[in-house]
């Protein structure tokens, strides 16, 4: 069965503080990892695909890497504005299979 | 920028009464979904569209849900009868394609069942 891990549930960063947040997965026949950002009550924002291991994509202060078991969510110098839950998600057919994602908060 | 929207943000119902949640996808879009959020759980498929009929469903999409396209824009998600566990965050998605790009979200309907 397809899995995906998120860790740490939670972080707490101080402004400028990086860090990575981690994204395990095992699925068979990977199509894509994704990486959603949500808001509270708002539905989940397309950030990043990832189709094959050694993949990097960048977005402001946000990085995504690939590997075959892991991707990790890489946060440099954050902002209180980049407080948010993010999530990852598999895909080997045409659903998405999200973990639980990650609560980062960013203090000033 | 095209947007996924979704009616109505907030529906309130009784135990046992039918609801009927929509959904306009990106116009260009073919593939569409629903998922749902139960507060504090992760996000859940229930149900990929494809060319007018279902391609994927999840255990959770049982007799009791149902999708239809009805025309070109809408796609809506109907519970027959409603139950107390079915009160969740419900996201509407789509894709342009299978193998590319990615599924975009709506803002989701806030679906409390009393």
């Known amino acids: 069965e397809d899995q995906v891990t998120q860790s740490p549930e939670a972080l707490r960063l101080q402004e400028g503080e990086s860090s990575s947040l981690n994204c395990s997965y095992t699925?068979?026949?990977?199509?894509?990892l994704f990486w959603y950002r949500q808001d509270p009550g708002k539905g989940p924002e397309f950030l990043f695909t990832l189709y094959s291991a050694g993949e990097e994509k960048e977005k402001e202060r946000l990085k995504a890497t690939l590997t075959k078991k892991e991707s990790f969510l890489h946060i440099t110098a954050p902002k209180p504005e980049d407080s948010a839950t993010y999530l990852c998600a598999s895909n080997s057919g045409y659903a998405l299979n999200f973990g639980k994602g990650t609560s980062l908060l960013v203090t000033p | 920028e095209p947007e996924v929207t979704q009616t109505p943000s907030h529906q309130v119902t009784q135990m046992g009464q039918e609801v009927i949640l929509r959904c306009v996808p990106i116009s260009n879009h073919l593939y569409f979904y629903w998922y749902r959020q139960i507060l504090g759980q992760k996000v859940e498929f229930l149900v990929s569209f494809y060319n007018n009929e279902i391609s994927e469903k999840s255990e959770i999409f049982d007799d009791q849900f149902s999708v239809e396209r009805p025309d070109g824009s809408n796609f809506t998600l109907k519970i027959r009868s409603t139950k107390l566990e079915d009160s969740a965050m419900y996201f509407c998605a789509s894709w342009a394609s299978g193998s590319t790009d990615t599924q975009y979200f709506g803002p989701g309907t806030r679906l409390t069942v009393l």
């Open positions: 699925v068979s026949g990977l199509r894509g």
